[in-house]
């Protein structure tokens, strides 16, 4: 049987492992980072009655600059952005992709803290772009200095900042940001994914934007408003910066079903965001728990807790699955990454790691 490695395949590729996180049918699915409670009934009804009167042209080619969706993401953002200022494509993922494509590349380097996001060096990779690992503070935090050291030592060509990070959940301050936008010439990105998920009041990167040309805020629909399978990711930028995604974007790249979908869901703000503020209680429920059981946690400001003090986190994975509790090892040594679920998946989680031991 023919292999990858016997392909004519780039020879950057070469030995590379793409993006993989377990997908085994569980009892409790706490591992990606999902929002895990259900769309209402009434939302998911007028989502549905949205797609279906888009199926209705479905024959013709859909709105190519999705004016409709810009509308709807440029009002639920506020802060003065109009909808030049807004982009939108099939998942967060490909507005980072898009964003290398225009501004990375062959000859070109993108800067990172680790650990981080991991799509952020396999999308470089599949650029062509030369990733850069940068370290990280105590705590997994990044500190004015530490942030421009690295920029200032590897002068790359964009700088990826999460905010807050993602697999730690640890949080960002603007001054970090502002201070690398103000030593790197090149490109400033900030994955703001889990945002929502912030202390109420938390002020954004997007309050940066005004004047800042090579800042890009990074936004996704998939957390917040628990619409991980529908696809929808977002930024905000300067219209300059959006109009260099439309070089590299693929025709029509966001299908009318998706615009349907998303702006009905967009018109039920309130209602999607309403469990926002459950998921925080579940989070905090874990960073308050889990330390009682022994493993002490990382500041969070997502939907997420990182956990350390793992013996051995292969095992503990593994014993959760027997009990059909699927979380998630990230590699970093004697930690596991859990989702913050429903209060009934909390219990169930702490319950069955508090019998592991």
Same mark, same amino acid.
């Given at each position: 049987?023919?292999?990858?490695?016997?392909?004519?395949?780039?020879? *950057?590729?070469?030995?590379?492992?793409?993006?993989?996180?377990?997908?085994?049918?569980?009892?409790?699915?706490?591992?990606?980072?999902?929002?895990?409670?259900?769309?209402?009934?009434?939302?998911?009804?007028?989502?549905?009655?949205?797609?279906?009167?888009?199926?209705?042209?479905?024959?013709? @080619?859909?709105?190519?600059?999705?004016?409709?969706?810009?509308?709807?993401?440029?009002?639920?953002?506020?802060?003065?952005?109009?909808?030049?200022?807004?982009?939108?494509?099939?998942?967060?993922?490909?507005?980072?992709?898009?964003?290398?494509?225009?501004?990375?590349?062959?000859?070109?380097?993108?800067?990172?803290?680790?650990?981080? @996001?991991?799509?952020?060096?396999?999308?470089?990779?599949?650029?062509?772009?030369?990733?850069?690992?940068?370290?990280?503070?105590?705590?997994?935090?990044?500190?004015? *200095?530490?942030?421009?050291?690295?920029?200032?030592?590897?002068?790359?060509?964009?700088?990826? !900042?999460?905010? &807050?990070?993602?697999?730690?959940g640890t949080p960002l301050g603007l001054d970090v940001i502002e201070a690398v936008y103000e030593v790197h010439p090149g490109m400033v990105v900030v994955d703001e994914a889990y945002a929502e998920f912030a202390p109420v009041g938390?002020?954004?990167? !997007?309050?940066?934007?005004?004047?800042?040309?090579?800042?890009?805020?990074?936004?996704?629909?998939?957390?917040?408003?628990?619409?991980?399978?529908?696809?929808?990711?977002?930024?905000?930028?300067?219209?300059?910066?959006?109009?260099?995604?439309?070089?590299?974007?693929?025709?029509?790249?966001?299908?009318?079903?998706?615009?349907?979908?998303?702006?009905?869901?967009?018109?039920?703000?309130?209602?999607?965001?309403?469990?926002?503020?459950?998921?925080?209680?579940?989070?905090?429920?874990?960073?308050?728990?889990?330390?009682?059981?022994? @493993?002490?946690?990382?500041?969070?400001?997502?939907?997420?807790?990182?956990?350390?003090?793992?013996?051995? &986190?292969?095992?503990?994975?593994?014993?959760?699955?027997?009990?059909?509790?699927?979380?998630?090892?990230?590699?970093?040594?004697?930690?596991?990454?859990?989702?913050?679920?429903?209060?009934?998946?909390?219990?169930?989680?702490?319950?069955?790691?508090?019998?592991?031991?």
């Amino acid at each position: 049987m023919t292999q990858l490695a016997d392909l004519p395949i780039r020879d *950057d590729l070469r030995g590379k492992t793409p993006y993989g996180a377990p997908q085994q049918p569980v009892r409790i699915a706490l591992n990606v980072n999902e929002n895990t409670h259900a769309i209402p009934d009434d939302v998911v009804e007028d989502i549905v009655a949205s797609v279906a009167r888009a199926l209705r042209t479905v024959n013709r @080619y859909p709105d190519r600059e999705f004016t409709e969706l810009r509308e709807s993401l440029a009002d639920y953002l506020g802060h003065d952005l109009g909808p030049e200022r807004i982009w939108a494509a099939n998942g967060s993922n490909e507005v980072l992709q898009q964003i290398l494509q225009a501004f990375g590349g062959p000859g070109r380097s993108v800067l990172g803290f680790t650990p981080t @996001y991991s799509m952020h060096s396999i999308i470089a990779d599949g650029t062509g772009s030369r990733w850069i690992g940068a370290e990280r503070d105590e705590d997994y935090r990044i500190s004015v *200095d530490t942030a421009v050291a690295a920029v200032e030592r590897e002068r790359p060509d964009v700088v990826f !900042l999460c905010a &807050p990070n993602n697999p730690t959940g640890t949080p960002l301050g603007l001054d970090v940001i502002e201070a690398v936008y103000e030593v790197h010439p090149g490109m400033v990105v900030v994955d703001e994914a889990y945002a929502e998920f912030a202390p109420v009041g938390t002020a954004s990167a !997007l309050t940066l934007l005004p004047g800042r040309e090579r800042l890009l805020v990074s936004r996704t629909m998939s957390k917040a408003f628990a619409f991980a399978g529908a696809r929808v990711g977002y930024l905000a930028a300067d219209p300059a910066a959006i109009d260099a995604l439309r070089l590299v974007r693929l025709p029509y790249h966001l299908s009318a079903l998706t615009q349907a979908a998303a702006v009905a869901a967009l018109d039920h703000r309130r209602e999607m965001l309403a469990m926002v503020d459950d998921i925080r209680a579940q989070r905090d429920r874990l960073l308050t728990e889990l330390p009682r059981l022994g @493993y002490p946690v990382y500041e969070s400001w997502s939907n997420f807790v990182l956990f350390s003090g793992v013996d051995d &986190p292969r095992r503990t994975f593994e014993r959760l699955l027997e009990e059909s509790i699927l979380i998630r090892d990230v590699g970093i040594p004697h930690a596991l990454r859990v989702t913050a679920g429903t209060e009934e998946e909390t219990t169930a989680f702490l319950e069955a790691l508090g019998r592991i031991g």
